[in-house]
């Protein structure tokens, strides 16, 4: 375990703690994550309740003891504290867009370490005020999705009925084999200007996911988020190769004129929100951790199978073998770069298989988290971070550069 803040700062990755005297604990090493990729967040998300909350929090495993035994928040009697420091938390937050339309905020776990969904909590009660609810589900539809599906709708016991696919002309692109993105750096003409033939490429990608959501038994939509820089016969193309897939599709240009922007996805959303909805899940709850990740793998990702490190084998042996993990979620933990576990593979990559090294427990959140690579839990700055344009005008005060 390690220390949570809310801010960036990735210097603290690794730290060494208890430099000084015995009052200062023992010397050894540790590490900061940021508050959104803490088990607490994710516990936050999947509570139904604050009773819920009390025991998910209380079974937090924060060490180990010298004999293997976990030790958990309960066992160091905080578990209470924290709730009490949690008890509002659990209440979602009303706000409002700039049209006026009420939002509730509320939890926001990272989705290639947890389940990348706002509240349970959030979408019960918005489901009881409003006719239609939308929620959020990060990191399309091979990790946010597959979690909403498998973890979130059973969790829940809500029955969605449309799964809304965002897609842009620029990200299409690159998985058509556009040029490398560099933060900070101009953006390739090839994202600027009208490339028909990159495009159409790259929506293999987007139909894997298309199909990936039909898996599930619920309604997919494509949604174009159209950018100013993208033609019409870019969209046009999306839009027939859409249709030739069966699969509705709206241009949505709310970044540029709000609400406005956004009525024809909302038209084609309502009118998916008709059809007959019936969930498939991809897996049986009383299928093991291993056979859960192999079809996974091949059924979402692609992959041809799975490859299990020692140790990652060691650990999946001993949840498979021990009762207490019976109603475990699995959490998968990979990029969201690719739909394989390696960034640099755009499209739909073929002839690969996911590689294991390692599976992290989640006793308050109940996550088995399957590590197909390597994840930080404390994000760096940009290579052009937006500070280097924040000033004050010293004779008014007024700030500059936040927008």
């Given amino acids: ?94 706000c409002y867009s700039v049209e006026h339309q009420p939002v509730l905020i509320h939890a926001g ?60 002309v620029r990200a299409l692109k690159m998985h058509g084999g556009g040029p490398k993105v560099t933060p900070g750096a101009p953006l390739p003409k090839e ?31 494509v949604c174009i988020n159209r950018f100013y820089t993208d033609t019409d016969e870019e969209i046009a193309l999306l839009k027939k190769l ?16 709000g609400g406005e922007g956004a009525a024809e996805l909302a038209r084609v959303v309502v009118e998916a929100c008709e059809d007959p909805v019936e969930v498939k899940f991809l897996y049986d709850l009383d299928m093991p951790l291993r056979e859960r990740v192999e079809r996974i793998a091949k059924e979402v990702y692609g992959a041809d199978g799975v490859d299990w490190a020692p140790l990652a084998v060691q650990k999946a042996e001993r949840f498979e073998n021990d009762p207490k993990y019976a109603d475990y979620c699995t959490m998968m933990v990979k990029t969201h770069l ?34 197909a690579g390597t994840i930080s839990m404390m994000p760096g700055t940009a290579a052009d971070p937006a500070y280097r344009r924040v000033d004050v005008d010293v004779e008014t005060g007024k700030v500059s550069g936040l927008f």
Avoid at 42 to 56: F, G, S, T, Y
Avoid at 338 to 362: F, M
């Fill in 242 to 257: 859409c249709a030739e897939k069966g699969v509705r599709c709206a241009e949505s240009n709310h970044w540029r004129y």
């Fill in 191 to 221: 994202y600027t200007e009208e490339n028909l033939e990159l495009l159409e490429k790259g929506t293999c990608n987007l139909f894997h996911h298309v199909n990936t959501i039909k898996k599930s038994g619920i309604n997919p939509v």
């Fill in 109 to 168: 776990p990272f989705a290639n370490i947890a389940i990348g969904q706002s509240s349970v909590i959030a979408d019960r009660l918005a489901l009881k005020l409003f006719d239609y609810h939308v929620t959020e589900s990060g990191f399309a539809a091979d990790i946010g999705f597959e979690k909403f599906w498998n973890v979130k709708t059973r969790l829940s016991g809500l029955t969605p009925n449309v799964s809304v696919l965002v897609a842009t």
């Fill in 1 to 94: 375990m390690g220390w949570v803040i809310d801010f960036c700062a990735q210097s603290l990755r690794n730290i060494i703690i208890g430099i000084g005297g015995r009052l200062d604990g023992f010397m050894m090493e540790s590490k900061f994550g940021i508050a959104v990729g803490s088990e607490l967040m994710a516990i936050l998300a999947v509570a139904r309740d604050l009773k819920d909350l009390r025991e998910r929090i209380g079974k937090v495993v924060v060490a180990y003891s010298r004999s293997g035994e976990p030790v958990t928040c309960e066992d160091l009697e905080v578990a209470g504290a924290m709730t009490a420091w949690m008890r509002n938390a659990i209440n979602p937050t009303m």
């Fill in 338 to 371: 690719s739909l394989s576990d390696n960034p640099t593979l755009k499209g739909v990559p073929k002839g690969w298989r996911l590689a294991v090294r390692d599976i992290l427990e989640y006793g308050g959140a109940k996550f088995l988290c399957p590590m």
